[in-house]
Structures are given as C-alpha cells and as structure tokens.
C-alpha cells in the first residue's frame, strides 16, 4: 500500500513541475530607453508607421503576444489540479488498504467523497474564472487606434505595440505609450506615481530616470486631463509598469485568511491523528487482532 501511495504522490509531484515549467514569468522589466529616443527611432525601432499598423500586423502581433498564456480553464483540468494535494495518495492508499482487507464499502465511500469534493471544487474554479472574464471584459478600457490610416474603436487587450492610438481630455490611457504629437497635453499619473498634480506631457526626448521624470512617455492607467494627443504603444498587458507592479504583489502576497488558518489547523491536528491511530493498531494487536 505505501508503494501505491508513493506512485500517486509521484505522478502529482512530476505534474506540478510540468505545471510549473510552462507557467508564464513576469515580463522583465524593459531596458529600452522609449522616452530618450527621438520619434523617428521609436517608430523605426517598433516597425511602425504614422499611419498605423495593418491589420495583418496587429493580428500576428497580437497572436505572438498571447501565444505563452494559459489556455482557459475547463473543468476537468481543474478536477484534476483540485485532486493534486498531498491528501489525495493518503486517501488512496487508506481506500487501496480498506479493499485489500475486505472493507469495499468503506474505501468506495473515500473514492467517492474524495472525487465529489474535488469536482464541486473544479466547477466553483470554473464558475469563478469564467465571471472574472466577463467582468474584465465589461470593464475593458476602450482605445482609439488607427490602422491603416483610419481610426477604429477597440479595447485595450486588442493593442499590440507598434499600434498608434488617440488620446483626448478624460481618456483612460490603455497601455504604456511613447507620445508622437501633443497639443496642450496634461496627463493625472496619480494612480501610478501617487502625483496629486497632473503632469505636462510633450513628444521631446527627455532624460530622465524616474517615472514621474519622463514627460515624453503616457502609462497604462493613467488619465489624460486636458489637451490631446497621438502615441505609439511601446508596452501592453503584464509588460506595462502598471502590470508588473500587480504581477510583483500578487507574488508577494502573504498567506493570509483561510489558508492561513487551515494550515495551522493541519500542523495541529496531524500529530494527534498519527498518534491516534498507532494507539488504535497497537491496542488492536495487543487484544489479539489480526493486522
């Protein structure tokens, strides 16, 4: 029974790291000076155009960018990823011992239970991970994108960079961008540096090492106050500095709540079962009980 369980334990063990192998990392951050470059390299350096990209463009680029993501969740993947717990091989040798001794009805009982728990867990993951991307994509930022020379209304995961977009007063801005031309532009960074005042913008380069420094660049979730504006999309999704800021505190976020407390109640209550039941063999055995 101990082999079974370490063959379980195994096969859920070379899982995870496959698991973890194909996980996506954090974008690095970007060591390309956008806000020091001169208009034309940014252009040149992006393979964009004044007019815009393609459409053929922004579809390869945008396969390419979405190509290292996970695929969406589906419940017998997440059936499978609920049962992948250190739990699961104790479950199944203690049901594999309890046919082996005779107890069938007992060791369907675990297999059943076991299974229930998992799949009404698999489907609360599914349920909650399809109503996330709805409200994502309800609450998605809308942006003004010229391809091939005409303007189209898209959402922000649609933007790739190279792609060219409009920003006026009151304007969510929907990636990180490098300004191209700007007309009274002042743009409110508050969400982003904490600024109370909003920021003068102009497409000049600039040298400038921090953020609120850099007064040729826009960043993602920030709102243009007055003026108006064209940028090119230089950084989308988790390569923005807004999104790897998420990224880094959701990596460090602490364990808290009810994991928390069920970790603690783990550590508590395994010693006093792993006594109990060798009390209950031992007693067993020396009553005359068979193993």
Known sequence: ??????????????????????????????????????????MERLRSRPEGLSVQEATARGAEAHAGEPAK????????EELSNP?????????????????RTDAALVAAITADSALVGGFQR???????????AQSAIGACVRREGRERLVTSGDLVPGDVISLRPEDVVPADCRLLEAEGLEDDESSLTGESLAA?????????????????MLYEGTTVSSGRAVAVVVATGSATEAGRSLATARQATPETGVEARLSSLTRASMPIALGSAVAVALSGLLHGRPP
């Not at 101990?2 to 060591?31: E, H, K, M, N």
């Not at 739990?87 to 107890?103: D, E, H, K, Q, R």
């Not at 003068?200 to 040729?216: H, N, W």
């Open 1 to 42: 029974m101990s082999d079974s369980a370490g063959a379980v334990a195994f096969c859920i063990g070379t899982w995870r790291a496959r698991q973890l192998l194909r996980r996506r990392l954090t974008p690095p951050v970007t060591q390309v000076p956008w806000h020091l470059m001169p208009v034309d390299r940014v």
């Open 73 to 80: 969740l589906t419940l017998p993947y997440a059936f499978i």
């Open 87 to 103: 739990l699961t091989p104790i479950l199944a040798g203690g049901a594999a011992l309890a046919a082996a001794v005779g107890s």
């Open 126 to 136: 599914v349920r909650a991970d399809r109503a996330l991307a709805e409200l994502f």
């Open 200 to 216: 003068s913008k102009g497409p000049a380069p600039v040298v400038a090492p921090d953020i609120t420094e850099r007064r040729s």
